[in-house]
C-alpha cells in the first residue's frame, strides 16, 4: 500500500439506513465490507444481508461480505478459551483470515474501502481490536481511520494514543492475551450498540 491509500471502518449501529447512507457518501466511500459473522441485525431490519446489499447497490455502492473471513466469532471450538473469549492471536494466524486481511488490502489500492461491523464504537468491536491490530501488524503501513456515528472521523493513531500523548498500556501489547474483550458464543446473538 502506499501512504495514500487508506482503509476506513464503521459501525452501522441503530443508524437509519439513510443516515447510513450519508455517512458513506461523505467519506466518499465505494465498497462495504461487512465483517459480521453473522450478518443480521436484530434490531434494524434493514441492515440484515439482502436488505443492506440492495439499499447500497440502489446508492451505487458494492457490497461485499466477508464475515466467514474476517468476523469475530468463528466457528472452531478451538479458537475460544475456557472462558469463552475468542483467541484473536489464534484467529489471526488461519489461513482463511489472513485471505480476508489480504482482500481488503488490494481492494484499498483501487477502491475506497469500509470495514462495517455493527458497534458504533470502535474501541468496543473487533474491527479494531482484531482487524486493525492484524492489518497494522502484517501490512504496515496502513492509514486506518474510523467513521464514528455522528460524522467524526478518528484516526487510528489518535486512539492508541491517550490524553497526554502517551500510548496506552492495554493495546496491542503481550502483557495480556490477545482475545475479544467479551465472552461470545459463534451463535449467540449479539448485543444492540446504539449510536453516538
Given at each position: 500500500m502506499t501512504e495514500q491509500e487508506c482503509l476506513w471502518t464503521i459501525g452501522h449501529s441503530n443508524h437509519s439506513i439513510e443516515r447510513f447512507l450519508e455517512l458513506l457518501n461523505s467519506n466518499e466511500i465505494d465498497v462495504v465490507v461487512d465483517v459480521r459473522s453473522q450478518p443480521y441485525s436484530s434490531y434494524q431490519g434493514h441492515f440484515n444481508q439482502e436488505p443492506l446489499r440492495q439499499s447500497l447497490k440502489d446508492a451505487g455502492f458494492r457490497y461485499l461480505f466477508l464475515g466467514k473471513e474476517l468476523g469475530g466469532r468463528p466457528p472452531e471450538p478451538e479458537l475460544y478459551d475456557e472462558?469463552?473469549?475468542v483467541l484473536y492471536g489464534e484467529l489471526?494466524?488461519?489461513e482463511r483470515f489472513q485471505s480476508g486481511l489480504d482482500?481488503?488490502?488490494?481492494?484499498s489500492a483501487t477502491f475506497r474501502v469500509a470495514v462495517m461491523c455493527s458497534e458504533e464504537d470502535p474501541t468496543d468491536c473487533h474491527r479494531r481490536q482484531l482487524i486493525t491490530r492484524a492489518l497494522l501488524e502484517s501490512h504496515a503501513p496502513v492509514e486506518v481511520t474510523h467513521i464514528r456515528g455522528s460524522g467524526e472521523l478518528v484516526?487510528?493513531?489518535q486512539l492508541s494514543q491517550d490524553t497526554d500523548g502517551h500510548k496506552q498500556q492495554t493495546f496491542f501489547e503481550d502483557e495480556a492475551p490477545w482475545r475479544s474483550a467479551q465472552s461470545v458464543s459463534p451463535n449467540t446473538p449479539r448485543r444492540a450498540s446504539l449510536a453516538s
Open positions: 472462558d469463552s473469549h489471526a494466524k488461519t482482500r481488503i488490502v488490494k481492494g484516526d487510528e493513531s
